[in-house]
C-alpha cells in the first residue's frame, strides 16, 4: 500500500475532493491548509502560479489573473453558445484561439500568456496529485477522476488530455451519480439476492452548476445504472445570481449603486449571497446582509428570508422538478417501486429542493452519505477496483451510456449507410461487431442521435485503410469493434480483415483458427469488456450481441459491395451454399489487423507532447519560486527570533557581550531593512549565504545559552557518581559481604580515583562560576559527562570484580557392608550398582 496509492478525484466546478482506499477503508485527504475541499482555482502572479484555496483567497485582489469556473469550458470552441453565455461569469479576459478553441489570457512570469481550459485543469490536477503525494508519502501516479454523467465525447477526451498534461495515468473516468451509487452499495448488508427483485434508489446530484438524477438497481455485490436525467446548466450558482440580481436592484434603489458596473464589487456581493443562502437553509426567519466597503467607501446592507428567495428562484425550482420528474420517465418507473432517495450535493441542503424531491418520488429525501465527499469516496472505490495493489470486495458496475449513438459509413456505390448502433441508456462499457464487406478503404463516422448539452454531435470518423479485393476480384469481410469504453468515449476500437479459405493444406505458417459450420457459422460472445482494466467492469450478463439482432438491415438482397452491419449469427447467401454442400467442412481462417486513420475530439499526441513540456517548466519555476520564497522566509525569521531574543530579560542577553549584542543587533536592523528594499527579490542563494553568514554569529550565543542551561545536570551526575563511591568504600570498611572479596590495594585505588575526580568537580564548580556567560566556558557539558563516564568506567571494573569460586571437596565413599558384617568389596559394590533390584525392575 506505500508503494502504490490509489487515489479518487471528485473534479467539481466549484472545488475538488481527494480520496484514497487504504487497508482501514476509505479516506479523504485534507489539503495544506486542513481543508478537505480544495477550490478550483488557478491564480498566476508576476513570479509564479498560485492553486487552490491560495487563489481563492486573493481572487478579490487578482481577479483578473485568478481563473475559475474552467470544467464548463473542456472540449468546447469559443463560438459555442454555451460558452458565450459561461463568459459572463468571468471577470478574466477569455479570447478566440487560433483553431476556434478558447484561449485564457493572464500575465504570467510578467508576461501576457494564453492557456486553454484544458491547461488550466492540468495545473489544478498537479495540485492535487501533489496535496495526495505529501499526505500519503508516495508518488501518485493512477486515479479515477470523477465527470458529469452528460459530458460528451469531447468533454471527456478534453478531461483525460488534461489529467496527461498533469502525468496522471486515469484509470477510469466515472460518471458522478455511478461514483456515488457505490459508495452507497458497497457497504451494505442487507441488498436483495442476486437471484431476487433489485432494491431501486434514486441518486440526485445537485451541485454548484448542473443537476443530475439517476437510478440504479441493486443486488448483492451488483450496481447496475438504470438511467439518468439531467441539467448541466441548472445548479446553486442559478439561486445565487437570483439573489445577487435582487440586491443589485436594491442597492441601486437605496443607495444609488450599481455592482453590474464595477467587476470587484459585484464578485463580493456573489460571495455574500452564498453565504446567505447557507444560512437560510437552516433558519426561516429574516437574515442580514452587511458589506464593508462596498462601492466608494460606502457600506450597504439587505435583509431576505428563506419565503423571499423561493419566490425568487421559482424557475430554478421548476426545472428541478423537471429534471426529477423527466428521470421516472427515462427509468420506466413508478413512484413506488423506488425504495429510497439519497441526495448529495451542496444545493440539496436547500429545504424547497427536499420538499420537490419528496413531491415527486413520494420518499423523504436521505441524508446518509456525505454530501461533499461521496463522489470522491466512489471514485477511490473504483481506483482499488482496477488496481491491483489493493484488494476489494468484488461488486459489479454496469454504467450507462446516456445518449444514443448512430453510426454512417461511405456505401461502395455512392449509397450511404446509416444506423443505430447505440440506444440511450444502452450498458457501458460494451462493444459491439459489426461486419463490412469491401473491396478497397472506407470510412465510418459516429453521431449522436439524440439532443445533447453540445452544439455539434458529431463524434469521430474513422477511415479504415489497407482494405483490398480477393484474387477473384471480390469483397472482402472487414468486422469492426465499436465500444463505449470504460471512460464513457464511443470509439472504433479496431478493424481486421477476415480471410476464409478451404482447408486443403495442414502446411500453413500463419496463424488460423478452425470455424465449424455445423455451428451456424456463429462467432464466439463479443468482448463487452475490451481490456484489462474493463474486465473488472463485469458488464451484464445479456451482454452476448449477435449478427440477428440487426433486424432492420438488409442482407440478401444486397451485393458484396453493399453488404454492411451483419452480426455474427446471421448467415450470408454463401454460407448457406458451403453449408448444405459439406456441414462438417474445416475453413481456415486468417485474421489480419488494419491500420485505422481516426479523426476526433482531442489533441493530438504532439500537441500533448508539447503542453507536457510547457507544464514541466511551469512546475520547475513553481519549485523555483517556493525554494527562494523558503530561502526568504527562514533569513526573515532568523533575524525576528535572534534580534528578539537579544533584547533585555530575554534568554540570549546574557549571553553576549554588550558591544558585540549593540553590533548584532544593529546588523539584524539592517537586514530586516533590506529584506524589504533591494532584497525583497533576490535568488535563493543570496538569502542562503546571509543566513549561513547570520548563523556564525547567532549559533555560538545559542549554543552558550544551552550549554549554561545543561551544565548544572552534568555536574549533579558527577557528584551523584562521586557519593555513590564513597558509599560503596564505606560498605566494603563496614565488612559488607558484597565487597569482602576485594583486596586492600583495589578499595586504595578507587579512593584515590574518587579523591581526584572530587578535586576536579571543585575546581570546575569554582572556574565555572567565575567564568562570565558570553565567554566561551573552559568546561562544556560534553567535557563533563566524559570525565564522568571515565571515573564511573574505573570503579566499575573494581567494585564489580567477581567473587572467586570456592573448589568443593569430592563426597566421602559410601559406607556400603555384606552380610557378614564386612565392608563389601569394590566388585561387590559394582555389581551391586549395576543390576537394579527386583523393585525396579518393576518399576520399568
Known amino acids: 500500500?506505500?508503494?502504490?496509492?490509489?487515489?479518487?478525484?471528485?473534479?467539481?466546478?466549484?472545488?475538488?475532493?481527494?480520496?484514497?482506499?487504504?487497508?482501514?477503508?476509505?479516506?479523504?485527504?485534507?489539503?495544506?491548509?486542513?481543508?478537505?475541499?480544495?477550490?478550483?482555482?488557478?491564480?498566476?502572479?508576476?513570479?509564479?502560479?498560485?492553486?487552490?484555496?491560495?487563489?481563492?483567497?486573493?481572487?478579490?485582489?487578482?481577479?483578473?489573473?485568478?481563473?475559475?469556473?474552467?470544467?464548463?469550458?473542456?472540449?468546447?470552441?469559443?463560438?459555442?453558445?454555451?460558452?458565450?453565455?459561461?463568459?459572463?461569469?468571468?471577470?478574466?479576459?477569455?479570447?478566440?484561439?487560433?483553431?476556434?478553441?478558447?484561449?485564457?489570457?493572464?500575465?504570467?512570469?510578467?508576461?501576457?500568456?494564453?492557456?486553454?481550459?484544458?491547461?488550466?485543469?492540468?495545473?489544478?490536477?498537479?495540485?492535487?496529485?501533489?496535496?495526495?503525494?505529501?499526505?500519503?508519502?508516495?508518488?501518485?501516479?493512477?486515479?479515477?477522476?470523477?465527470?458529469?454523467?452528460?459530458?460528451?465525447?469531447?468533454?471527456?477526451?478534453?478531461?483525460?488530455?488534461?489529467?496527461?498534461?498533469?502525468?496522471?495515468?486515469?484509470?477510469?473516468?466515472?460518471?458522478?451519480?455511478?461514483?456515488?451509487?457505490?459508495?452507497?452499495?458497497?457497504?451494505?448488508?442487507?441488498?436483495?439476492?442476486?437471484?431476487?427483485?433489485?432494491?431501486?434508489?434514486?441518486?440526485?446530484?445537485?451541485?454548484?452548476?448542473?443537476?443530475?438524477?439517476?437510478?440504479?438497481?441493486?443486488?448483492?455485490?451488483?450496481?447496475?445504472?438504470?438511467?439518468?436525467?439531467?441539467?448541466?446548466?441548472?445548479?446553486?450558482?442559478?439561486?445565487?445570481?437570483?439573489?445577487?440580481?435582487?440586491?443589485?436592484?436594491?442597492?441601486?434603489?437605496?443607495?444609488?449603486?450599481?455592482?453590474?458596473?464595477?467587476?470587484?464589487?459585484?464578485?463580493?456581493?456573489?460571495?455574500?449571497?452564498?453565504?446567505?443562502?447557507?444560512?437560510?437553509?437552516?433558519?426561516?426567519?429574516?437574515?442580514?446582509?452587511?458589506?464593508?466597503?462596498?462601492?466608494?467607501?460606502?457600506?450597504?446592507?439587505?435583509?431576505?428570508?428563506?419565503?423571499?428567495?423561493?419566490?425568487?428562484?421559482?424557475?430554478?425550482?421548476?426545472?428541478?422538478?423537471?429534471?426529477?420528474?423527466?428521470?421516472?420517465?427515462?427509468?420506466?418507473?413508478?413512484?413506488?417501486?423506488?425504495?429510497?432517495?439519497?441526495?448529495?450535493?451542496?444545493?440539496?441542503?436547500?429545504?424547497?429542493?427536499?420538499?420537490?424531491?419528496?413531491?415527486?418520488?413520494?420518499?423523504?429525501?436521505?441524508?446518509?452519505?456525505?454530501?461533499?465527499?461521496?463522489?470522491?469516496?466512489?471514485?477511490?472505490?473504483?481506483?482499488?477496483?482496477?488496481?491491483?495493489?489493493?484488494?476489494?470486495?468484488?461488486?459489479?458496475?454496469?454504467?450507462?451510456?446516456?445518449?444514443?449513438?448512430?453510426?454512417?459509413?461511405?456505401?461502395?456505390?455512392?449509397?450511404?449507410?446509416?444506423?443505430?448502433?447505440?440506444?440511450?441508456?444502452?450498458?457501458?462499457?460494451?462493444?459491439?461487431?459489426?461486419?463490412?464487406?469491401?473491396?478497397?478503404?472506407?470510412?465510418?463516422?459516429?453521431?449522436?442521435?439524440?439532443?445533447?448539452?453540445?452544439?455539434?454531435?458529431?463524434?469521430?470518423?474513422?477511415?479504415?485503410?489497407?482494405?483490398?479485393?480477393?484474387a477473384e476480384g471480390e469483397s472482402q469481410k472487414v468486422k469492426l469493434k465499436v465500444r463505449v469504453n470504460i471512460h464513457g468515449i464511443i470509439t472504433v476500437a479496431s478493424a481486421s480483415l477476415v480471410e476464409k479459405k478451404q482447408d486443403s493444406s495442414q502446411n500453413d505458417n500463419v496463424d488460423m483458427e478452425n470455424v465449424n459450420e455445423n455451428q451456424n457459422n456463429q462467432e464466439a460472445p463479443m468482448d463487452t469488456n475490451g481490456g484489462a482494466q474493463d474486465t473488472q467492469q463485469n458488464g451484464p450478463e445479456s451482454q452476448e450481441v449477435r449478427e440477428d439482432e440487426m433486424k432492420g438491415e438488409p442482407q440478401q438482397k444486397q451485393s458484396w459491395t453493399q453488404r454492411v452491419g451483419q452480426w455474427f449469427s446471421g448467415e450470408s447467401a454463401d454460407d448457406k451454399k458451403d453449408k448444405s454442400k459439406d456441414k462438417a467442412k474445416k475453413v481456415l481462417v486468417k485474421t489480419v489487423e488494419l491500420p485505422i486513420d481516426t479523426r476526433t475530439h482531442g489533441y493530438s499526441q504532439q500537441e500533448l507532447n508539447s503542453y507536457m513540456e510547457q507544464e514541466g517548466k511551469m512546475q520547475a519555476q513553481d519549485r523555483q519560486e517556493k525554494e527562494r520564497a523558503d530561502a526568504r522566509n527562514a533569513l526573515e525569521e532568523y533575524v525576528y527570533e535572534l534580534r528578539g531574543k537579544l533584547s533585555e530579560g530575554e534568554t540570549l542577553h546574557d549571553f553576549v557581550a554588550d558591544d558585540q549584542r549593540h553590533r548584532l543587533v544593529s546588523q539584524l536592523d539592517g537586514l530586516e531593512q533590506w529584506l524589504y528594499d533591494e532584497g525583497e527579490d533576490q535568488n535563493r542563494q543570496v538569502y542562503s549565504d546571509k543566513l549561513s553568514e547570520l548563523r556564525t554569529e547567532g549559533e555560538p550565543i545559542k549554543q552558550r545559552r544551552l550549554e549554561f542551561e545543561l551544565r548544572p545536570g552534568a555536574l549533579d551526575d558527577f557528584a551523584l557518581a562521586i557519593q555513590l563511591t564513597n558509599k560503596a568504600v564505606d560498605l566494603y570498611r563496614s565488612g559488607d559481604a558484597k565487597y569482602s572479596h576485594l583486596a586492600e590495594a583495589d578499595i586504595q585505588k578507587v579512593v584515590e580515583a574518587t579523591k581526584n575526580a572530587l578535586n576536579w568537580l571543585e575546581n570546575t564548580r569554582q572556574t565555572l562560576a567565575h567564568t562570565p556567560r558570553y565567554q566561551q566556558p573552559p568546561h562544556t557539558t560534553h567535557q563533563i559527562r566524559l570525565e564522568r563516564q571515565n571515573f564511573e568506567t574505573l570503579v566499575n571494573a573494581t567494585l564489580n570484580k567477581p567473587k572467586p569460586k570456592e573448589k568443593t571437596p569430592p563426597p566421602p565413599p559410601a559406607n556400603n557392608t555384606s552380610g557378614d558384617g564386612q565392608p563389601a568389596t569394590n566388585q561387590d559394590s559394582s555389581s551391586a550398582q549395576s543390576q537394579p533390584s527386583q523393585e525396579q525392575m518393576d518399576v520399568e
Open 1 to 470: 500500500m506505500a508503494a502504490m496509492s490509489v487515489i479518487g478525484i471528485d473534479f467539481g466546478n466549484e472545488s475538488c475532493y481527494i480520496a484514497v482506499a487504504k487497508a482501514g477503508g476509505i479516506e479523504t485527504i485534507a489539503n495544506d491548509y486542513s481543508l478537505r475541499g480544495t477550490p478550483s482555482c488557478v491564480a498566476f502572479s508576476p513570479k509564479n502560479r498560485i492553486l487552490g484555496v491560495a487563489a481563492k483567497n486573493q481572487m478579490v485582489t487578482n481577479m483578473k489573473n485568478t481563473v475559475f469556473g474552467f470544467k464548463r469550458l473542456l472540449g468546447r470552441k469559443f463560438s459555442d453558445p454555451h460558452v458565450q453565455k459561461e463568459l459572463k461569469h468571468f471577470p478574466f479576459k477569455v479570447e478566440q484561439r487560433g483553431d476556434g478553441g478558447i484561449g485564457i489570457r493572464v500575465n504570467y512570469l510578467g508576461e501576457d500568456n494564453i492557456f486553454s481550459p484544458e491547461q488550466i485543469t492540468a495545473m489544478l490536477f498537479t495540485k492535487l496529485k501533489d496535496i495526495a503525494s505529501t499526505a500519503l508519502q508516495t508518488q501518485i501516479n493512477d486515479c479515477v477522476i470523477s465527470v458529469p454523467s452528460y459530458f460528451t465525447n469531447a468533454e471527456r477526451n478534453a478531461l483525460l488530455d488534461a489529467a496527461a498534461i498533469s502525468g496522471l495515468n486515469v484509470l477510469r473516468l466515472m460518471n458522478e451519480t455511478t461514483a456515488t451509487a457505490l459508495t452507497y452499495g458497497i457497504y451494505k448488508q442487507d441488498l436483495p439476492a442476486p437471484e431476487e427483485k433489485p432494491r431501486n434508489v434514486v441518486f440526485v446530484d445537485f451541485g454548484y452548476t448542473s443537476l443530475q438524477v439517476a437510478a440504479c438497481a441493486f443486488n448483492k455485490g451488483k450496481l447496475r445504472v438504470l438511467a439518468t436525467a439531467t441539467d448541466p446548466y441548472c445548479g446553486g450558482r442559478d439561486i445565487d445570481m437570483a439573489l445577487a440580481e435582487y440586491f443589485c436592484q436594491d442597492f441601486l434603489t437605496r443607495y444609488k449603486l450599481d455592482p453590474k458596473k464595477n467587476q470587484r464589487a459585484f464578485l463580493r456581493l456573489l460571495q455574500e449571497v452564498e453565504k446567505l443562502k447557507k444560512q437560510m437553509s437552516a433558519n426561516s426567519t429574516r437574515l442580514p446582509l452587511n458589506i464593508e466597503c462596498f462601492m466608494e467607501e460606502r457600506d450597504v446592507s439587505g435583509d431576505m428570508q428563506r419565503a423571499q428567495m423561493e419566490q425568487l428562484c421559482g424557475e430554478t425550482f421548476t426545472r428541478v422538478e423537471r429534471t426529477l420528474r423527466a428521470l421516472l420517465h427515462n427509468a420506466k418507473m413508478r413512484p413506488e417501486d423506488i425504495s429510497a432517495v439519497e441526495v448529495v450535493g451542496g444545493s440539496t441542503r436547500i429545504p424547497a429542493v427536499k420538499s420537490l424531491i419528496e413531491q415527486v418520488f413520494g420518499k423523504h429525501a436521505s441524508t446518509t452519505l456525505n454530501q461533499d465527499e461521496s463522489v470522491a469516496r466512489g471514485a477511490a472505490l473504483q481506483c482499488a477496483m482496477l488496481s491491483p495493489a489493493v484488494r476489494v470486495r468484488e461488486f459489479n458496475i454496469t454504467d450507462v451510456q446516456p445518449y444514443a449513438v448512430r453510426l454512417a459509413w461511405d456505401a461502395a456505390r455512392g449509397e450511404d449507410g446509416d444506423m443505430e448502433v447505440f440506444p440511450a441508456f444502452h450498458a457501458s462499457p460494451f462493444s459491439k461487431m459489426l461486419t463490412f464487406y469491401r473491396k478497397e478503404p472506407f470510412s465510418v463516422s459516429a453521431y449522436y442521435s439524440d439532443q445533447v448539452p453540445y452544439p455539434d454531435s458529431f463524434i469521430g470518423q474513422w477511415n479504415i485503410r489497407d482494405v483490398q479485393p480477393t
